[in-house]
């Protein structure tokens, strides 16, 4: 089992940077797809990007490529996501998500990211 705590939220202006960050416990790290989801006020939540457990292999929503990037620190235990030139409709609670090997997933608690224009 692995618990998942994000921080590095909080109030950038548009076209600013924010950097999160996800540190997991417990053990497996290495073994699990790490993710990125985030959900805006009224809205389902939604893929933001994933890292793959082997290989280490990125894949983004088309909303933030070319302004996110996705890294991940095996020897931290913690993902992070880089956010660039962020957007008002970029506001939204991030989660940070692990995926097992067979399937199982775990949520952290969210942070909160308010992009002002």
């Known amino acids: 089992q692995v618990q998942l705590v994000e921080s590095g939220g909080g109030l950038v202006q548009a076209g600013g940077s924010l950097r999160l960050s996800c540190a997991a416990s417990g053990g497996g790290f290495s073994t699990y797809t790490m993710g990125w989801f985030r959900q805006a006020p009224g809205k389902e939540r939604e893929f933001v990007a994933q890292?793959?457990?082997?290989?280490?292999?990125?894949y983004y929503a088309d909303s933030v490529k070319g302004r996110f990037t996705m890294s991940r620190d095996t020897a931290k235990k913690t993902v992070y996501l880089q956010m660039n030139s962020v957007k008002h409709e970029d506001t939204a609670v991030y989660y940070c998500n692990a995926e097992s090997p067979v399937g199982r997933g775990y949520w952290g608690q969210g942070t909160q990211v308010t992009v002002s224009s």
């Open positions: 890292i793959r457990r082997l290989g280490g292999t990125t």
